[in-house]
């Protein structure tokens, strides 16, 4: 167990959350696409994917906030 700024952490979660961020970087960037040393860490991080469940829990937020934004933009039509 680790603490960071008084928060107690384990290393496992900590290093799902570093997976989870670089993959989204990594997956987001165009120049990091391209590169082949970060495409391989991007699919190591995403072969772990069945493991890690906060991926599930974020994708489902993202889905509620995309339906959430197209119901306002509805609206303000």
Same mark, same amino acid.
Request: proline share 1%; net charge positive.
């Given at each position: 167990?680790?603490?960071?700024?008084?928060?107690? &952490?384990?290393?496992?979660?900590? =290093?799902?959350?570093?997976?989870?961020?670089?993959?989204?970087? !990594?997956?987001?960037? %165009? @120049?990091?696409?391209?590169?082949?040393?970060?495409?391989? &860490?991007?699919?190591?991080?995403? =072969?772990?994917?069945?493991?890690?469940?906060?991926?599930?829990? !974020?994708?489902?937020? %993202? @889905?509620?906030?995309?339906?959430?934004?197209?119901?306002?933009?509805?609206?303000?039509?």
């Amino acid at each position: 167990m680790i603490e960071i700024l008084g928060i107690k &952490v384990t290393y496992e979660a900590l =290093g799902f959350l570093v997976a989870f961020v670089a993959s989204e970087l !990594i997956g987001s960037s %165009k @120049a990091l696409k391209n590169n082949s040393l970060a495409g391989l &860490v991007k699919s190591i991080i995403d =072969g772990q994917r069945p493991f890690r469940k906060e991926d599930d829990k !974020i994708d489902a937020i %993202k @889905a509620k906030l995309a339906n959430l934004y197209q119901e306002i933009e509805t609206l303000g039509k």
